[in-house]
């Protein structure tokens, strides 16, 4: 399976912005698919995750309440929408999938798209 992040982009706090994740390739809907994010100089960071058939999901303690993820396995698409940003949520954000959920750990997800940078300006 391929995947494409995009939705990306320079936002002001308080703002919003929603992230898609497309997949080529193969089905999505096999797969548990996770939103990571990484700063400058960090580590990269989880973020969201959901089931393969978007029955659970569970967020990072630092963006719950704020961020929503979301599939549509009819569009191959998972969504993650993110409202209420703050400048700590600067990353370059990226999905990836796993085979089974419930994973937060990076190693546990391959393979990985190409990120798409949020920047939010205070």
């Known amino acids: 399976v391929q995947l494409q992040a995009s939705g990306g982009g320079l936002v002001q706090a308080g703002g919003f912005l929603t992230l898609s994740c497309a997949a080529s390739?193969?089905?999505?809907?096999?797969?548990?698919v996770a939103w990571f994010r990484q700063a400058p100089g960090q580590e990269r960071e989880f973020v969201a995750t959901?089931?393969?058939?978007?029955?659970?999901?569970y967020h990072a303690d630092s963006v719950k309440g704020r961020f929503s993820i979301s599939r549509h396995n009819g569009w191959n698409t998972v969504y993650l929408q993110m409202n209420s940003l703050k400048p700590e949520d600067t990353a370059v954000y990226y999905c990836?999938?796993?085979?089974?959920?419930?994973?937060?750990?990076?190693?546990?997800?391959?393979?990985w798209g190409p990120g798409t940078l949020v920047t939010v300006s205070s």
């Open positions: 959901i089931r393969s058939d978007g029955r659970s999901y």
């Open positions: 390739g193969h089905t999505l809907s096999n797969y548990a």
């Open positions: 990836a999938v796993s085979n089974s959920y419930g994973s937060t750990r990076p190693q546990d997800f391959d393979p």
